[in-house]
């Protein structure tokens, strides 16, 4: 079933990339947005939704020096996120702090709380610990992953472990499991891989050309979603994952994108350069089953 293109806007001054709900914010339903423009200086603005839903607020802006590619919001600290971003020349990633005050500042600034420095190729991600309060976090890049400890209070971040996945896979990205804080899934041109923290090595993997995008179900245990160019969405188990156990037919040009709801287990959020974002229901009952419903359609201009 297809619905309208009715919604909540929001106008940026540049384009963007990446948006992150901040987790960490329990009063309201706020959202970090990154620039992406290459000759100008660069915000992260701070939304929050009206307490009617009718329109989004923004809390505050701040100016960021680089292109941001990658944003992600702190779990358990509402004022910090991360940032991966390009100077041009070169990739960076790096920790921000916003002011407690900023709301009575006239040009409030971010604060840098820590560089991911040990990287030498192009940096595509930081990851968060999935749930609760824990100074730990991952980066990757296209070759290795790290493994990091930060410490906010002496603004520093360190690394603890790290690992190659070799030169002939490209890492674009990853997701950290919540069920299990030792386990990360790392997508590739050729495969999704799974880590373990522990050793720092990888343990198993899915051999699948071209996967965009994967994400955890935080509701259902061995459970991952991931999103390919061309053969859509795959719901798998990864207790028998020689085949996925739902087959989604995605979008009509690649799928990039694909996130699961928090809260209410079954729905999939997916983004594909078709212009679409689609919602997805694949309730855990319909597991066999390999054309779940897709809910509705939200065509979004470009």
């Given at each position: 079933?297809?619905?309208?293109?009715?919604?909540?806007?929001?106008?940026?001054?540049?384009?963007a990339r990446c948006i992150s709900d901040v987790k960490a914010d329990t009063d309201y339903?706020?959202?970090?947005?990154?620039?992406?423009?290459?000759?100008?200086?660069?915000?992260?603005?701070?939304?929050?939704?009206?307490?009617?839903?009718?329109?989004?607020?923004?809390?505050?802006?701040?100016?960021?020096?680089?292109?941001?590619?990658?944003?992600?919001?702190?779990?358990?600290?509402?004022?910090?996120?991360?940032?991966?971003?390009?100077?041009?020349?070169?990739?960076?990633?790096?920790?921000?702090?916003?002011?407690?005050?900023?709301?009575?500042?006239?040009?409030?600034?971010?604060?840098?709380?820590?560089?991911?420095?040990?990287?030498?190729?192009?940096?595509?991600?930081?990851?968060?610990?999935?749930?609760?309060?824990?100074?730990?976090?991952?980066?990757?890049?296209?070759?290795?992953?790290?493994?990091?400890?930060?410490?906010?209070?002496?603004?520093?971040?360190?690394?603890?472990?790290?690992?190659?996945?070799?030169?002939?896979?490209?890492?674009?990205?990853?997701?950290?499991?919540?069920?299990?804080?030792?386990?990360?899934?790392?997508?590739?041109?050729?495969?999704?891989?799974?880590?373990?923290?522990?050793?720092?090595?990888?343990?198993?993997?899915?051999?699948?050309?071209?996967?965009?995008?994967?994400?955890?179900?935080?509701?259902?245990?061995?459970?991952?979603?991931?999103?390919?160019?061309?053969?859509?969405?795959?719901?798998?188990?990864?207790?028998?994952?020689?085949?996925?156990?739902?087959?989604?037919?995605?979008?009509?040009?690649?799928?990039?994108?694909?996130?699961?709801?928090?809260?209410?287990?079954?729905?999939?959020?997916?983004?594909?350069?078709?212009?679409?974002?689609?919602?997805?229901?694949?309730?855990?009952?319909?597991?066999?089953?390999?054309?779940?419903?897709?809910?509705?359609?939200?065509?979004?201009?470009?």
């Open positions: 079933m297809q619905g309208g293109s009715s919604g909540i806007g929001y106008g940026l001054k540049y384009q339903t706020s959202f970090l947005t990154g620039t992406l423009s290459l000759k100008e200086e660069n915000e992260v603005h701070l939304l929050r939704l009206s307490s009617g839903g009718s329109e989004l607020i923004c809390e505050g802006l701040f100016s960021h020096p680089n292109e941001i590619w990658d944003l992600a919001s702190c779990p358990f600290d509402q004022r910090i996120f991360s940032t991966v971003f390009s100077t041009g020349e070169s990739f960076g990633a790096a920790i921000w702090q916003i002011p407690e005050l900023y709301g009575q500042l006239n040009s409030p600034q971010l604060e840098r709380v820590a560089s991911l420095d040990a990287h030498v190729g192009k940096i595509n991600c930081v990851l968060w610990w999935p749930s609760g309060r824990c100074d730990k976090l991952i980066s990757m890049d296209e070759q290795n992953i790290f493994l990091w400890s930060l410490a906010c209070s002496n603004k520093s971040a360190e690394v603890l472990s790290k690992d190659s996945a070799g030169m002939l896979h490209s890492l674009s990205g990853g997701a950290w499991d919540p069920h299990d804080v030792n386990a990360v899934a790392a997508t590739g041109e050729s495969s999704v891989q799974f880590w373990d923290l522990r050793t720092m090595k990888k343990v198993n993997s899915i051999e699948r050309a071209h996967v965009r995008g994967v994400d955890y179900n935080p509701k259902r245990e061995h459970i991952l979603i991931t999103a390919e160019d061309e053969s859509g969405i795959h719901v798998w188990d990864l207790r028998k994952a020689k085949a996925p156990v739902q087959e989604l037919p995605g979008h009509t040009h690649w799928t990039w994108a694909v996130k699961c709801n928090p809260e209410y287990d079954g729905l999939i959020l997916s983004a594909g350069t078709d212009s679409a974002v689609n919602l997805w229901y694949a309730a855990a009952s319909s597991t066999n089953e390999k054309t779940p419903e897709s809910l509705w359609v939200q065509h979004v201009s470009v």
